[in-house]
């Protein structure tokens, strides 16, 4: 059964990520530069503790990227992502760490009666507070936590500066018809919508690095940002991204 | 089996000091030269301690006794059976006879072990 949780403004969720890399800042050094390190935030300022597991095993449900036991400050994120063992989904653990640290910030106070004390169910419990699945349909609660995820791991300002540093100028990446026919020019045969997917996960391919996230992520992101963009404006969701 | 509450004893240890000193689990396994989930593992106790190299390189990260972590992990140093093996019925009869004393006087009976070692053989 889905909490139900209040309607966050993405406007305040983005409030929430930046108050939580600001409080970071202010005790382990200003974050400057991306990448931002999610997992420190994780374990050194917030006191969870991290553990990386076969979560299919634990909790006996496929396609388990991540979990919160709320009570026990605990989070295990799924062996499949561990970026040592699977350097290609480094992306995809660093998103999900930023969604479960997403989930405490914004709905731990849904699973305990105080959140900085005490404790709604017994410490004891081995339920997890929060399952998150790669196939699940996202409910509010879900999508709080990825849009933080993505506010978290891809500061506005860090967007802006490393687009301009990586681009030579602010000018967004329009995908419109003199891309296309330009491209139709180098030898690109695709079709139109194809060759618009493939040149939009390019240029967000470029950026996603310095920001150690998966490409679909910097995606989102940079449409969000609005640099960048189809000629009809047409936006993708943040969802299913983790 | 018979050594599994010492193997808990180490994963939950290790945890512990790992965390109150702020060192994050990646970080960690990485000093430790093990992989993360290896070390997640080892952690929950799921997964038996490490081989004695890494062992030490964790007691040296978390300030710990070598020996002792050694010891929660079920291990012995890999330098003590050749030492015993050098004058076995000597080192038996002085280690079961130092068998029982507090650890205070085991350690000035080692200071004076070192003494005399410094000292050179009796001519």
């Known amino acids: 059964m889905p909490i139900k949780v209040k309607y966050l403004p993405k406007q305040h969720i983005e409030w929430n990520a930046q108050e939580l890399l600001a409080e970071y800042g202010g005790r382990y050094g200003e974050v400057v530069v991306p990448p931002i390190p999610v997992e420190e935030i994780l374990e050194k300022h917030l006191k969870l503790t991290l553990e990386i597991d076969n979560l299919e095993a634990r909790l006996g449900h496929p396609d388990i990227l991540g979990a919160l036991w709320a009570p026990d400050k605990l989070v295990a994120i799924d062996e499949s992502l561990e970026p040592t063992d699977h350097p290609n989904k480094e992306g995809r653990f660093r998103y999900t760490v930023g969604h479960e640290i997403g989930h405490w910030v914004q709905h731990r106070h849904y699973f305990l009666e105080d959140p900085d004390q005490g404790l709604l169910f017994p410490k004891a419990t081995s339920k997890a507070t929060v399952i998150c699945r790669s196939s699940q349909s996202k409910d509010p609660m879900e999508r709080q936590a990825d849009y933080f995820s993505a506010y978290l791991l891809m500061p506005k300002e860090m967007v802006y500066a490393a687009w301009e540093k990586h681009r030579g100028s602010m000018t967004p990446y329009i995908f419109n018809r003199t891309t296309r026919e330009n491209l139709r020019a180098m030898g690109f045969v695709e079709p139109g919508e194809l060759l618009a997917s493939m040149a939009i996960e390019f240029v967000a391919g470029e950026i996603a690095p310095i920001f150690r996230v998966s490409a679909k992520a910097m995606q989102i992101r940079l449409e969000e940002l609005k640099l960048l963009r189809r000629e009809d404006g047409s936006l993708f969701s943040m969802e299913g991204v983790a | ?123």
């Open chain 2, 1 to 123: 089996m018979a050594n599994e509450p010492k193997q808990k004893k180490f994963g939950a240890h290790i945890r512990a000091l790992r965390e109150a000193q702020e060192i994050s689990l990646r970080k960690f396994a990485e000093r430790a030269q093990i992989s993360p989930t290896y070390l997640s593992k080892v952690e929950r106790d799921e997964f038996p301690p490490p081989g004695e190299e890494a062992v030490r390189r964790i007691a040296d990260i978390l300030g710990e006794d070598p020996d002792e972590l050694l010891a929660m992990a079920g291990k012995v140093a890999s330098d003590l059976p050749g030492i015993i093996h050098q004058h076995p019925r000597a080192m038996a009869t002085f280690l079961r006879a130092a068998s029982g004393l507090p650890a205070s006087e085991i350690e000035k009976l080692a200071r004076r072990a070192e003494g005399l070692r410094k000292k050179g053989p009796e001519k």
